[in-house]
Nanobody
């Protein structure tokens, strides 16, 4: 069982930055950040293999978002820069203990067993 607690959400104006954090209770194999806007499907932002730090990004996410982790502190981060109103969403961190899903499914919801409660990000024009 992995418990996840996100923090760092809030309201910013367009062009601003935020850093989200996700504290985890025990180390899974890989973790990810997802987001879900109202009336939209949950989409992948990024994923990271915890031991090596190797990362993957969702479509169009790489240029403004950076996923990282502090292995010693058991914390996952998402640095978000140059935020746009369309980035407004609930952001979730997720964890997976199934290594075989990394290669083909790390950016899909189905790869993750454990989910945090979410932290809200609102970007105003």
């Amino acid at each position: 069982q992995v418990q996840l607690v996100e923090s760092g959400g809030g309201s910013v104006t367009a062009g601003g930055s935020l850093t989200l954090a996700c504290a985890y209770s025990s180390a899974p194999v890989f973790m990810g950040w997802f987001r879900q806007a109202p009336d939209k499907a949950r989409e992948a932002v990024a994923a990271i293999w915890l031991t090596s730090g190797a990362a993957k990004y969702g479509d169009s996410m790489r240029d403004r978002f950076t996923i990282s982790r502090d292995y010693a502190k058991r914390t996952l981060y998402l640095q978000m820069n140059n935020l746009r109103p369309e980035d407004t969403a609930m952001y979730y961190c997720a964890a997976s203990s199934t290594a075989s899903l990394w290669a083909g499914a790390a950016l899909t919801v189905r790869a993750y067993t454990y989910w945090g409660q979410g932290t809200e990000v609102t970007v105003s024009p």
